[in-house]
């Protein structure tokens, strides 16, 4: 928000120099980004924090002028000369400004034009460059005419980029002044936070300053009569839904003639980033940067002609299905059924509270304006700005919430600044639709509420006094303040939560660095650990541990992005529904996510092409919609995709070999025997998402935690995988069945003190005979006595037959109080290769 320092001093006197002004705004909440000098001299860098760009100029250089004839050139059609008085001595100057050649050859002028009047010397802008370069004046000769001075525009002098003519000033602009004493300035870039919108506005910063500073905050009056014809039964409104708009305010003034407006007014609106149009048009900009009320200004005798020469009737409505609106952009626009619409009985007039029709909108042949002032529900307006990608300044204000107050006060204002800068008559009277009044909230504090929130200690008189200077009403009754809501501010809640807001007011107009730093006083909560968030945090330590990296994808998605992943012969309408938003910030966000494997599956299908070797993993929830529920089931999962080489290649091994299931296989096993999990079986799946016959499930007990494998071959072409060359492996598990299956406690055994004896068993299975029933046998049967067991190795050939496979174990035997014997360690052995012959018709092999 742009804010200009000369707008301010209209409400509030500032005397203190501009980085302690905008340290002040800053330190209460209003953060200052930026500070853009116009014409005033730049401060000491090394004293302030803060950013200050722009032109100082040099009050002995750069002067209030008169021109008082505007000559030929002598030798350039498109030349003209000047004769002007800067107040010590009349010059000749060169100028090629268009906006003086309707006076060229009238004589002396009966007006003089008053200039801003740069000379030989003086350092400005460079008007016939891009940007803002700086040039020093220097005498030359031009066509035969000397030149060493100019006349500015507004380019030149860093005021805008306007360069297509030369400043007008207005009359009253005293000749020989220095220019910046005459109109220098500043312009503030204030960050406004949302539920701070009453501050985007120059009377609401100069009411923080006024608060801040104690000084008197002058209010912007109304100076023109009201007192044309009345505005009684010369237009009605129609309020179809209050909650939509709660208050529309109608204001009449006939006879304006739409020109110019004064330069001072021009300069404030360029300064405060808005292009001036005309003295009508102006003054609807002009009120809501002063005030905040966002204004709408109709041609009058527009309406009055679509309503069939009668007083017109304007409904506001939501808009019929496809019903359409040029705006005042020149575009066509299909309208939502929700967007709200200011109607009259033949159709669409404008988009409330976001940008007006075409059709009425105010030209050169206006003569009779219909000013509105109305207040809109700021949901629906932000839902109408996303939907038409439509942003402006009425929107910007309505989306953050004003209060229905400051629409008469527009109005009113508004209406004199017309009949000011446009003459014209004002309408006695007003149409005020306000069918459900709002009420402003009624705070009870009291001194004890503060000095346990800020550790502060102020008297009740002392606590009236900082609300009284952000126009809050209080009456103390001893230690209590009852506070009324002032009629601009929607900020302020009921109960505990306005306590809560009223302190934070106090502790922004104290000044947070006033607030000394104390102890806490009250007792400290009882400390109650989190375990699934401390597991969730041991996980991803495990992980990371295990070289993988962690993202965090967007919970929005849509449909289309998660049917990449639907198994091969299922089609998106297979798909039960999603948690839809309503108000998606992008077609592509529309949905709340189905699917955590789709949204990490999309970060690596980003960047398989830019690295060698990719691990990533994710920890995040799904929302899955609950029939005749109203929120879904957020259901946390764990997600694990790897793709790419085992290792990076280096000189000592140049070949490399690329990961495969077995990789994910051990990531897995590795992560659940830190978590101590136990009783962990993998057997094979045929999850439609992986490829067949390289899936497999993972079991604790008999609960279903898991899924993991290698993607499907067509899956992997619908995400783009299959150029990059390498597999790609994915593991889905259930985060609250993995968090379950973690022990609370776990064994602790002592390091052995004696030495274990180790062996080697191989055994000839049947194939379809897995390793995990075969390992199974061998725990059981070898007892306390066998520590270890481990697979490692597999053989299929013609020495072990067909349909045969060979498994060889590594055992180990150990005993916690002894060093065991050969023969017992033989009597385990036998035991086994006994019971695997019975259990499993297992054959010793060799």
């Keep these: 928000m742009k804010i200009v320092l000369s707008w301010l001093r209209d409400f509030v006197d500032i005397d203190m120099p501009l980085d302690q002004l905008a340290r002040l705004l800053t330190m209460a909440g209003l953060e200052v980004e930026e500070v853009r000098l116009v014409g005033l001299p730049m401060p000491p860098m090394e004293k302030h924090e803060f950013k200050f760009t722009g032109l100082s100029w040099d009050a002995d250089k750069i002067v209030v002028a008169q021109i008082n004839e505007v000559m030929s050139h002598p030798n350039a059609d498109r030349l003209v000369l000047c004769k002007l008085w800067d107040g010590q001595q009349e010059h000749i100057v060169l100028t090629g400004a268009p906006n003086l050649f309707p006076y060229k050859g009238q004589g002396s002028l009966s007006a003089p034009l008053k200039v801003a009047y740069a000379k030989e010397g003086a350092r400005i802008y460079d008007g016939h460059q891009s940007g803002q370069v700086l040039t020093t004046l220097k005498r030359a000769k031009i066509r035969g005419v000397e030149s060493y001075s100019m006349v500015c525009s507004e380019k030149e002098l860093g005021i805008s980029d306007e360069h297509e003519g030369v400043i007008i000033l207005d009359d009253d602009a005293p000749t020989g002044m220095p220019l910046v004493e005459y109109m220098g300035d500043a312009v503030f870039e204030i960050s406004i936070l949302p539920n701070m919108i ?35 039964d010369q237009v009605r409104i129609e309020i179809t839904d209050p909650s939509l708009n709660p208050r529309f305010v109608f204001g009449l003034i006939r006879g304006v003639r739409s020109q110019p407006s004064p330069y001072w007014v021009q300069r404030r609106l360029r300064l405060a980033g808005m292009r001036p ?176 929130s800020l550790g502060i200690h102020l008297s009740a008189e002392q ?20 506070v009324q809501t002032p009629p601009h501010r929607l900020d302020i809640g009921q109960g505990v939560v306005g306590v809560a807001d009223l302190i934070e ?73 999603y948690v839809r938003l309503q108000n998606p910030i992008a077609a592509d966000r529309c949905v709340m996510r189905r699917s955590l494997l ?61 990961m495969d299931f077995y990789d994910l296989k051990g990531i897995i096993e590795s992560l659940l025997g830190g978590l101590c999990v136990q009783d962990v079986k993998y057997e094979p799946s045929d999850d439609p998402v992986f490829h067949p016959g390289k899936c497999a499930r993972i079991l604790v007990g008999d609960a279903d935690i898991g899924v993991f494998g290698e993607l499907h071959p067509l899956i992997m072409e619908r995400f783009d995988f299959e150029s990059a060359g390498s597999p790609v492996l994915a593991a889905e598990i259930d985060f609250d069945a993995l968090l379950y299956a973690i022990p609370s406690r776990r064994e602790i055994k002592p ?69 065991l014997t050969d023969a017992e360690a033989t009597r385990i052995r036998q035991r086994i290769i006994d019971a695997l012959g019975e259990q499993l018709d297992a054959q010793l092999r060799g």
């Design 505 to 577: 007011e106090i502790a922004r107009i104290y000044g947070y660095d006033n607030i000394p730093a104390s102890r806490l006083a009250d007792t400290l909560p009882e400390q109650k650990g989190n375990p699934s968030l401390e597991m969730e945090e041991k996980i991803k330590d495990i992980l990371v541990g295990l070289g993988l990296q962690e993202v965090i994808t967007y919970r929005l998605t849509s449909p289309e992005r998660e049917a990449r992943l639907l198994p091969p012969g299922l089609s998106l309408g297979d798909v039960s529904y």
């Design 751 to 819: 390091v052995p003190l004696f030495p274990p004896v180790l062996e080697d068993i191989a055994v000839v299975v049947d194939e379809d005979i897995s390793s995990d029933r075969v390992m199974a046998v061998i725990v059981e049967t070898g007892g306390a006595l066998l520590t270890d067991v481990r697979l490692f190795d597999v053989y299929r050939g013609e020495q072990v037959g067909q349909g045969k496979k060979s498994l060889a174990y590594k055992l180990t035997y150990q005993a916690p109080d002894r060093t």
């Design 598 to 658: 789709s949204s990490v599956l999309e970060v690596l299908e980003h960047n398989i092409r830019l690295r060698d070797h990719l691990a990533f993993f994710e920890i995040g929830p799904v929302y899955i919609p609950q029939q005749d529920e109203l929120l879904p089931d957020e259901k946390p999962q764990l997600v694990i995709v790897l793709s790419g080489c085992r290792d990076l290649p280096s000189w000592d091994q140049p070949e490399v070999q690329m």
């Design 198 to 232: 009453r501050n985007a506005c120059h009377l609401g910063v100069a009411r923080e300053i006024a608060a801040l500073t104690g000084k008197p905050l002058r209010m912007p009056v109304s100076k023109m009569p009201a007192d044309g014809p009345s505005i009684e």
């Design 277 to 452: 149009i005309n003295s009508t048009v102006d003054a609807t900009n002009y009120v809501m940067l002063e005030i905040n009320q966002p204004l709408h200004a109709f041609d009058y005798d527009v309406l009055v002609q679509r309503a069939g020469g009668k007083p017109p009737t304007v409904i506001t409505r939501p808009a019929y299905p496809g019903e359409k609106l040029t705006t005042l952009d020149n575009v066509e626009r299909t309208l939502d059924p929700f967007t709200i619409m200011v109607t009259d009985t033949a159709g669409a007039l404008s988009l409330a509270g976001v940008m007006g029709g075409l059709e009425s909108e105010i030209t050169e042949n206006t003569q009779n304006v219909l000013l509105e002032g109305a207040t809109w529900n700021f949901v629906n307006i932000r839902r109408t700005v996303a939907a038409q990608r439509l942003p402006s300044e009425a929107a910007y204000r309505f989306s953050r919430g004003i209060h229905p107050a400051l629409a008469m006060q527009g109005v009113q204002l508004c209406l004199d600044r017309m009949a000011q800068w446009s003459g014209g008559q004002i309408a006695s009277g007003f149409v005020d639709a306000y069918p459900e009044p709002l009420v402003d909230p009624r705070v009870v504090i009291t001194t004890e509420d503060v000095q346990r």
């Design 463 to 482: 606590v009236a006094d900082l609300l009284s200077r952000l126009e809050f009403t209080c009456q103390v009754e001893g230690e209590r303040i009852t």
